[in-house]
């Protein structure tokens, strides 16, 4: 699942790649990160009541609009493309509230042995990825507001080259309109976008473990490692 990302683009530049205006708050209030993970502040754009997109901040982990409890939700960082459209937590975002989350690349995990190794993916043409993802408001009683994400993921494509069995669903500039249309509500037209990336969009290497810490958040831990195995565990 992709429950980890980079995000050290600055939002300008963000804004520009996926056509939106931006919230005036991220020009000085987002810094960048090299390792984010759930309940962090991620980013994300959707059509507006006034139809103009606008970049803006999240919390990454959805709370739906009805939840009593803010907390009860932390784990809904990632929604299944198979079951989206159908579970409760996520049906109602999936069919007014879809968003494009950018980021610059994704770590994900593979089990060797005893131990896992994890591995850095990006786009192979350089430029941020995409993801598919929806978006909610929640305001409990006495509680401050909430703008959470989620990213979709799906079964894994070639690109994952056996590290993992699930992957963000990421989208071409050309689907982004169609994803974000307020007016799009066929589940079965929804859907078919939620694909494995194709071949070739994205390349990956491995990186150090320290990126396992959530604490540990600086642009070394992009830096190739080599990969974990017996002879470096000391087995």
């Keep these: 699942m992709c429950g980890r990302i980079a995000l050290y683009s600055d939002p300008p530049r963000l804004a520009r790649l996926v056509e ?3 919230d005036p708050d991220l020009v000085d209030g987002v810094t960048p990160h090299w390792n984010v993970g759930p309940t962090a502040t991620i980013l994300g754009a959707r059509e507006s009541s006034d139809g103009h997109r606008v970049l803006r901040a999240y919390r990454w982990g959805l709370v739906p609009k009805a939840a009593k409890d803010a907390s009860a939700h932390k784990g809904a960082f990632n929604a299944r493309a198979e079951t989206v459209a159908s579970r409760q937590m996520f049906r109602n975002a999936f069919m007014r509230s879809r968003a494009l989350i950018p980021a610059d690349g994704f770590f994900e995990w593979k089990t060797m042995g005893k131990a896992k190794q ?3 993916f ?3 043409d350089g430029f941020p990825m995409v993801f598919a993802g929806l978006t909610e408001y929640w305001r409990g ?3 401050d ?3 959470s994400a ?4 799906t079964a894994s494509g070639s690109d994952m080259d056996g590290i993992h069995d699930r992957m963000p669903v990421i989208l071409e500039q050309g689907a982004w309109d169609h994803w974000l249309d307020p007016e799009l509500i066929d589940r079965d037209d929804l859907e078919s976008m939620l694909q494995p990336a194709p071949e070739g969009t994205l390349v990956h290497y491995p990186v150090g473990r320290e990126v396992g810490n959530i604490r540990n958040d600086r642009p070394e831990l992009l830096q190739p490692a ?3 195995t017996p002879l470096n565990l000391g087995w």
Aim: overall charge negative; proline content about 9%; cysteine-free.
């Design 122 to 124: 990006h786009r192979a």
């Design 20 to 22: 939106a205006g931006i």
């Design 150 to 153: 989620t990213i979709i993921t």
């Design 118 to 120: 994890p591995y850095y």
């Design 141 to 143: 009683e006495g509680a």
């Design 226 to 228: 080599p990969e974990v």
């Design 145 to 147: 507001a909430i703008h």
